[in-house]
């Protein structure tokens, strides 16, 4: 492919925003000829922001998949979780690469339509775990491949979503129902399950996994708290709340990025106490409809004997991040996202890796380079017409994607699962409607 890629965006939100900047600012400049997005003003800035003309912004994603012909190279699908799989598979069946948003769908039988309908169709399909991309997971993978610690026997992980974000995104924001999103450990952890698949390498054959909502609940709600923490009288003796959350640590600070630009968009004092008082994100965190986990473990069992463990939870401070350890036969491996200390237990020896420091201040803070990462991945494999730089593809991503299922299924049926009950099997999706 020698001419400027061209490419859509199907969903002009926070993600579908940040890969067409990406994009936008990619050396090979390519072209986003179209951008689909029922809601006026995003879709509007995203137009403004990539020069895209009035009548090529369509409200809706069918509008883009009924013209006539094939208009771009790709489709960028960043669309809310239940609504993946139609997009992927219209924009495949006509012959549209993908850039597909995580978790791929909400059900194994949809991630695997999505996979069969890509390779049928001979496109490439690169998932957007974002982590495999980032400078710092590809040092320690890289480490691991060159036998630095040995062969790998145990890898512990944990994900510290920090206590406000848990507030903004899984207990009053967009991911905080499973019915309306999908499950804790898909919507948010499948990063760090692919992480830790990506690392061992390995094929998974076991899972069992615990966990609950142990206290966004009715039940933990302070005597005398009320539904929105406006009117609240323990509002300041609470962590959780919104006018803490948006307005003092944020917005009265003038900080009106993410998350505050979430909630409203008009991005003044007027505006964040309009959000408060009307919007979701105003509510108490003891009084929404939230039905996700706060805190799940996963244990698995790798082939070889390699076994991992994960922890998810809420209750983290900002200080606490992503943090893994690798324990091999000849060393260990602990990283925080930023720094890895690679000891040798040969000599007992410490060598530590600042990774912003390799990268000499050039690493984007979209997911510590993830975000730029999987970009220049996607645009690479398009312009070479070679695959190879893209690590979260079809196969390594159902194979991730099934172990989240597995995990899920072991959390509510209590007992150990095999990997092997997880072949879904391919159900049809229903056909889409052209209105
Ligand atoms: N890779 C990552 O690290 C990462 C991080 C956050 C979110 N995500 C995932 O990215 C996806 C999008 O998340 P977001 O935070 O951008 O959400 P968002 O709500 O900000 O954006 C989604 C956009 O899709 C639009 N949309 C809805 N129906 C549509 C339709 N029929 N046609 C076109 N557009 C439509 C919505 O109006 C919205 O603007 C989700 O699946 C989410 O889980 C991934």
Known sequence: MKSRLKI??????????????????????????????????????????????????????????????????????????????????????????????????????????????????????CVCHVLRYSPFYRRMRSLIESGAVGEVVTIQHLESVVYWHQAHSYVRGNWRNEAESSFMLLAKSCHDVDILSYLIGRRCLQVSSFGSLRHFRSQCRPVGGTERCLDCPRETQCPYSAVKIYWRDRAAKGKFGWPVDIITTDLTENGVFEALRYGPYGRCVYACDNDVVDHQVVSFNFEGGVTADFTMTAFTSIEDTRRTTVCGTHGQIIGDGRIIKLYRYLDDSCEVIDIDQEASGTIDDGHGGGDGGVVNAFVDALTSGNSISIVSGADATIESHRIVFAAEKSRREKRTVNLEEMSAGVRRIPEVVFS
């Open 8 to 125: 859509i965006i199907i969903g002009a939100g926070n993600r579908g925003t940040a890969y067409a900047r990406l994009l936008h600012a990619h050396p090979s400049k390519p072209e986003i000829v179209a951008i689909a997005d029922p809601r006026e003003t995003h879709r509007r800035e995203l137009g403004r922001l990539c020069q895209v003309p009035e009548e090529r912004q369509f409200r809706d994603w069918r509008e883009i998949a009924a013209l006539p012909g094939r208009i771009a190279d790709a489709a960028v699908i960043a669309t809310p979780d239940k609504l993946h799989t139609l997009p992927a598979i219209k924009f495949a069946e006509r012959g549209y690469h993908l850039l597909l948003e995580k978790p791929m769908a909400p059900t194994l039988e949809e991630c695997e339509e999505i996979v069969s309908t890509a390779k049928r169709n001979n496109v490439t399909l």
